[in-house]
């Protein structure tokens, strides 16, 4: 009886797949496999490059898309701890300083207490109050200026086309001159 009991054929692949075992490569291919591969490019650190029309960067390790916004996120980031003092920016006070002046309210306290040991608070002060009512004088004007070009009409149920406007151009004229009477007194007292 030197006939061999196994009757089964081992194929190549069979073979190869022991062979990777015994040499401890269990990920190793065992098949020929045709059809698409994506190529793989590896990026580093500050690399910028545009991939399924959208453009990436690695930042601090992570992949990151780039989009129009993210310097207005930026803007509006608040950090965790003051950039000056190290200090933590948790207070309620602390976020509203720093949007103001770039560091935390404590830091805020210290600033201006130097500014009026050297005598320079009262003009920071009129600076930033200036500040604040020339950026209400433009909103005022913005928001007067839209409101005059807001053609409003409505459709009814029955389908009649309402004009609610109302804004006539001598209507328009008179509140021009208004608000270029209230803006030149406001600026009087700015400067």
């Known amino acids: 009886m030197n006939e061999s009991l196994l009757k089964k ?18 990920t ?3 098949k020929q496999q045709v059809g698409y591969q994506k190529k793989y490019v590896k990026h580093i650190e500050g690399d910028i490059w545009e991939e399924s029309g959208k453009t990436w960067t690695i ?13 207005a996120k930026k803007a509006v980031r608040i ?3 003051c950039p ?44 930033l109050m200036q500040g604040n009512i020339k950026s209400f004088l433009n909103e005022i004007e913005d928001f007067t200026l839209a409101l005059m070009d807001n053609e409003s009409s409505y ?7 309402e004009d609610w406007n109302g804004n006539t ?23």
């Open 9 to 26: 054929d081992f194929k190549e692949s069979d073979v190869q797949r022991v062979r990777n075992l015994v040499n401890k490569d269990f």
């Open 28 to 30: 190793g291919k065992t």
């Open 59 to 71: 930042k601090n390790n992570v992949k990151q898309n780039i989009t129009k916004l993210d310097s």
């Open 79 to 81: 950090p965790l701890a």
């Open 84 to 127: 000056k003092c190290n200090g933590t920016m948790k207070h309620h006070l602390a976020k509203k300083m720093y949007k103001i002046h770039g560091f935390c309210f404590d830091c805020t306290i210290d600033y201006e207490a130097s500014l009026r040991e050297a005598g320079l608070f009262e003009a920071y002060e009129k600076k």
């Open 155 to 161: 459709v009814t149920e029955q389908g009649d086309v």
């Open 169 to 191: 151009a001598k209507q328009k004229q008179k509140l021009l001159k208004n608000l270029q009477t209230y803006i030149d007194i406001v600026s009087k007292h700015v400067q």
